[in-house]
């Protein structure tokens, strides 16, 4: 019961805060809000059973990804998003209907599945590396490390100053 | 325990997908348009992570890591992208960004 | 009473009893800080106020909360409030699954000294960690000043470059329990001084100590809040209460770590020759005010490092020792017989 109303706390905190972070001007002000949505998505992560994907969803998303954007925001002094935009009225309400039409198709489709879930769902933090390091996965992983090494060198090289 | 909350929480993953799609179409700032793509790609980490606990299953999870991986590779080198762009044009308007329009 | 309501008051005892200690240990704390570093450079610090100066912490308690409240003009208001509040918060977010004695038995049950015992507790940790950052940055932002702007964000990339070796430091304790459990880390290093994750983890130890010390931006990696250089660092333009704050959320941050290293390398409550002395959370609270003590030693002793020394030596010298580290560790584990594990103690 307290698990359902916990959820629903959660889940409206992130609804409101993912439409604080497209509606508002200021772009630190969404990237705030982005961090209080990706918050809440790690206490839902928590009350589906998953405490290992709930701590990296913080230590990962809203502990470096969000930084580095907070970092960028700031250093390049990004100011409030003002003035007449190239859109014309019509074409942002198209947007926002053709939203709506996703979510109600989308909706539909995902209501009718029905599915039980499990009673025994152990997904604490051995069980996600050992499926994580299973023979399945390992290619994978190795491949996502030599990913992030690509990244960090490209991060580099396309920031630094040319002298 | 947990097992009802997955539907909810599925829904909740719509919506936040959507939330994030409208906000890619409509913002201007560059900076923001990212940040909306990773409102999507969280809004998928968490239809993971149920469908995980629906079908019992650990391969939800795992996706949910690769997912988060890729997610922060693609930030570093994104926001790298935008630094260097704003050095050369000095804005961040998406509109700005024409040169290769026909 | 029904047992969830026993649970309930239980929990609720324990966070009341552990927030005033840790206040408690807060305010006590500036006053050791402040005699040790005067005797260690050669001179009294505060022995007017009350016996020995001990009254000092009360004074300037009731300084700062008289003094005048000043935000900069153009600063961002609601940020300028939120930041201290975010740094507090999360300094007491992870008090909460550091186990702070042995556990005992009361009311039929047996009471962890540990508010909340998470089976993920040291990912939990590293990812309150991770929201430290937060506090800095956004007051170094909206105090509307360069200063504090260039401060808060050297100290957050300080703060989250030596994140990455604390974490990689706990990797070996971690494979050697077994779990992510604090007290089951603990428990793990059972048997004597020679089981100690300080003895047995030799090189992640002096990793993990300079990795707090400079995650909680102590000397010698205290350039953030350096007094002499950048003003006062991100906190310059914070005052009276909020000053108050932060300097709150750093002491309770260092005694977390503290806290930590004792649990995690120094055995938390367990005696070093089991068969002579027993287990008691007394124990605990002499390894904790050793690891204090030694905060204050350095800061007495060490200069400061530059920006880029550290930041050099945080990633080109930590990280790979930790890394070092973690592979030798699980070569032991893996590829040692297990004979020779169980002669050396490694493992479960």
Redesign the interface.
């Known amino acids: 019961m307290i698990?359902?109303v916990v959820?629903?706390l959660f889940?409206a905190l992130?609804?409101g805060s993912?439409?604080v972070?497209?509606g508002q001007r200021n772009?630190?002000y969404?990237?705030?809000a982005?961090?209080v949505?990706?918050g809440s998505?790690?206490a839902?992560?928590g009350?589906?059973?998953?405490?290992?994907?709930?701590?990296?969803?913080?230590?990962?998303?809203?502990?470096?990804?969000m930084?580095?954007?907070?970092?960028?925001?700031?250093?390049?002094n990004?100011k409030r998003?003002d003035g007449e935009?190239?859109q014309s009225p019509g074409l942002?309400t198209t947007?926002?209907l053709?939203?709506?039409v996703?979510?109600v198709q989308?909706?539909t489709v995902?209501?009718a599945?029905?599915?039980?879930?499990?009673?025994?769902?152990d997904?604490?933090?051995?069980?996600?590396a050992q499926?994580?390091f299973s023979s399945r996965?390992l290619y994978?992983f190795e491949a996502?490390s030599v990913?992030?090494l690509?990244?960090?060198v490209?991060?580099?090289?396309?920031?630094k100053?040319e002298r | 325990m947990s097992g009802a909350l997955a539907q909810p929480a599925l829904m909740l993953s719509l919506l936040l997908f959507t939330i994030g799609v409208v906000g890619v179409f409509l913002r201007r700032n560059v900076i923001t348009v990212f940040m909306c793509v990773e409102l999507m790609l969280n809004a998928v980490n968490l239809a993971f992570v149920a469908f995980s606990r629906q079908m019992g299953t650990l391969d939800g999870q795992v996706l949910v890591f690769f997912v988060m991986t890729v997610a922060a590779a693609e930030a570093a080198v994104g926001l790298a992208i935008i630094i260097a762009i704003h050095r050369h044009k000095d804005t961040l308007d998406v509109d700005a960004f024409n040169l290769m329009k026909w | 009473m029904s047992p969830l309501q026993q649970e309930l008051a239980i929990a609720a005892v324990k966070v009341v009893a552990i927030f005033v200690v840790l206040l408690t240990l807060f305010a006590v704390m500036t006053w050791v800080e402040r005699r040790a570093l005067a005797f260690i450079q050669f001179r009294l610090g505060p022995n007017r106020t009350g016996p020995f100066g001990i009254l000092q912490p009360m004074a300037d308690g009731i300084k700062l909360f008289f003094k005048e409240e000043v935000m900069p003009a153009g600063a961002d208001k609601w940020i300028f409030l939120a930041a201290p509040a975010v740094a507090v918060i999360t300094a007491f977010m992870s008090i909460a699954v550091v186990p702070y004695g042995k556990p005992f038995h009361a009311f039929g049950r047996e009471i962890t000294v540990q508010i909340a015992d998470l089976d993920v507790g040291l990912l939990y940790i590293f990812a309150i960690s991770s929201l430290g950052v937060y506090g800095i940055v956004l007051g170094g932002w909206a105090s509307n000043n360069k200063y504090t702007l260039l401060g808060g964000l050297r100290a957050s990339a300080q703060m989250f470059s030596y994140e990455l070796a604390l974490g990689l430091s706990w990797v070996g304790v971690i494979m050697l329990a077994g779990s992510f459990r604090i007290q089951e880390i603990v428990t793990a290093q059972a048997g004597g001084l020679f089981h100690w994750n300080a003895v047995q983890q030799i090189l992640a130890f002096p990793i993990y100590m300079i990795a707090a010390t400079a995650e909680v931006s102590r000397t010698p990696f205290d350039l953030p809040e350096g007094e002499t250089e950048l003003v006062a660092g991100f906190h310059t333009e914070y005052s009276s209460m909020r000053f108050a704050l932060m300097q709150m959320a750093e002491y309770v941050n260092m005694i977390t770590v503290a806290a930590l290293g004792s649990n995690l390398f120094l055995g938390g409550w367990l005696s070093p020759v089991p068969s002579l002395i027993p287990d008691s959370s007394l124990w605990f609270l002499v390894k904790l005010f050793s690891l204090l003590f030694l905060f204050i030693w350095l800061r007495g002793t060490l200069p400061r490092l530059r920006y880029d020394q550290l930041m050099q030596f945080g990633w080109k010298v930590l990280v790979p020792l930790a890394v070092l580290n973690i592979m030798v560790t699980a070569g032991a584990l893996a590829f040692f017989p297990a004979g020779i594990r169980a002669f050396f103690g490694f493992g479960r």
């Open positions: 698990d359902t959820f629903y889940a992130a609804a993912a439409l972070v497209v772009p630190l969404s990237a705030l982005l961090i949505t990706m998505l790690s839902i992560f009350l589906l059973g998953s405490p290992f994907i709930a701590a990296l969803q913080v230590v990962v998303y809203a502990g470096a990804i930084v580095l954007f907070l970092f960028v925001i700031m250093l390049l990004v998003e935009s190239s942002r947007a926002i053709l939203g709506a996703l979510l989308a909706g995902l209501w599945w029905q599915v039980a879930a499990p009673a025994g769902f997904a604490s933090a051995v069980k996600v499926a994580l996965y994978v996502t990913l992030i690509a990244a960090l490209g991060a580099v090289a396309l920031a100053r």
